[in-house]
């Protein structure tokens, strides 16, 4: 009998270990996120540097072109070195000629809930070198996480 407990211990803890994955750790940005515009982002798993991809979807553009869903590749500090990792990641759209970098921090607000908050910088491609001052938009982005469907 006593040593029937610890292995229930031991078997308890490793039913429950993988329920605490990912989404247990707050900040870990692993996910889907949704933003003000509706834009919608999925990071992939971070690698041991904190490195991750990913498919941002935007919900608007600034050409008239069809969205199309666009990689995305970043990088955050590990969330277990500070509560509120700083992060930065690029997008390259898929249809149109230009790029998008974020850069931002996790926070985790009064109710609990995880936050991005970001800015932004929009480069589009100019045909003429005396267009450039017009080129780069910024502006910013708060991001809340998307529930996973039932
Ligand atoms: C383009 O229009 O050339 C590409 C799409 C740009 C979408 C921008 S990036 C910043 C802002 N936040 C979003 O979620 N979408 C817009």
Not at 8 to 20: G, N, T, Y
Not at 24 to 49: F, H, K, Q, Y
Not at 118 to 140: C, E, P, Q, Y
């Amino acid at each position: 009998m006593k040593q029937v407990t610890p292995f229930l211990l031991v078997l308890s803890l490793a039913l429950v270990a993988p329920s605490l994955s990912a989404r247990a750790v707050p900040c870990v940005l692993t996910g889907s996120w949704i933003n003000d515009l509706g834009s919608i982002m999925t990071i992939r798993a971070l690698n041991g540097e904190g490195g991750f991809t990913g498919t941002y979807r935007t919900a608007v553009t600034a050409t008239t072109n069809k969205i199309l869903p666009s990689p995305l590749q970043g990088s955050q500090h590990q969330p277990n070195q500070k509560n509120h990792p700083t992060f930065g990641f690029t997008v390259n759209w898929s249809f149109s000629d230009s790029v998008t970098v974020f850069t931002g921090q996790c926070f985790v607000d009064e109710a609990g809930e995880e936050v991005l908050k970001t800015m932004w910088l929009l480069r589009s491609r100019m045909d003429d070198i005396k267009d450039d001052w017009k080129a780069t938009r910024v502006g910013t982005n708060v991001f809340t996480r998307l529930q996973p469907q039932e």
